[in-house]
C-alpha cells in the first residue's frame, strides 16, 4: 500500500520567523499538545494503525503496537506520552511534516524538508552575494583606484 501524503497544499512553508519560547510556562500542556497531534495524523492517513505500527517498528528497531498508536494520541494520559524518537518515526512514516513543523514553530524553530534545504541555501549564498556587492561599491567609493608612476 502505498504511504499517504500530506497534500501540496497543506505544508506551506512560510518565511515568517517563528517567535521563541521564553515566557513562564508557554510550554505548559505540551504533552497534551503533542497527543491530539499524534492523533490528527494517525486520523488523517488511510491506513490501518498496525501498518504504520508496523513501519515504525521497522525505522525504529522497536516495537511498536497500534494499541500504543492509540496511547499517545490521547492526551489525558500522560503516562503514555509519546517519545521523540517514536515522534520522529511516526512523521517519517506518514510524511506530516507540515505537522511537526508546526509543533517546532512553537518552541522558535522551522522545519525544512529534503530538497528546500537547496532553496534555503541558494537564497543565503544571494544574500551573501548581495552583501558583498555592496561592501564593494563602498570600498570603491572611498578608495579610487591605486595609479603608481610607472617608467615606459
Not at 505540551?30 to 521497522?58: G, N, P
Not at 497500534?66 to 515522534?87: C, D, Q, T, V
Request: glycine share 4%; aromatic share 6%; net charge neutral.
Amino acid at each position: 500500500m502505498p504511504k499517504t501524503r500530506a497534500p501540496a497544499d497543506q505544508f506551506a512553508f512560510t518565511f515568517d520567523a517563528p517567535k521563541p519560547a521564553t515566557l513562564p510556562a508557554e510550554l505548559a500542556g505540551m504533552d497534551a499538545r503533542i497527543a491530539r497531534t499524534v492523533a490528527e495524523i494517525l486520523k488523517h492517513d488511510d491506513r490501518d494503525r498496525t501498518v504504520i505500527a508496523a513501519e515504525m517498528t521497522v525505522l525504529l528497531a522497536d516495537e511498536i503496537s497500534a494499541h500504543m498508536l492509540n496511547h499517545y494520541a490521547s492526551p489525558g494520559k500522560a503516562e503514555y506520552n509519546i517519545s521523540f524518537a517514536r515522534m520522529l518515526a511516526l512523521v517519517a512514516v506518514t510524511n506530516r511534516f507540515d505537522l511537526l513543523d508546526r509543533e517546532l514553530r512553537a518552541i522558535g524553530a522551522s522545519l525544512l524538508v529534503g530538497d528546500e534545504i537547496y532553496a534555503a541555501e541558494v537564497g543565503h549564498i544571494s544574500s551573501e552575494i548581495a552583501e558583498l556587492q555592496q561592501r564593494l561599491k563602498s570600498l570603491q567609493r572611498l578608495h579610487p583606484t591605486i595609479k603608481r608612476n610607472r617608467r615606459k
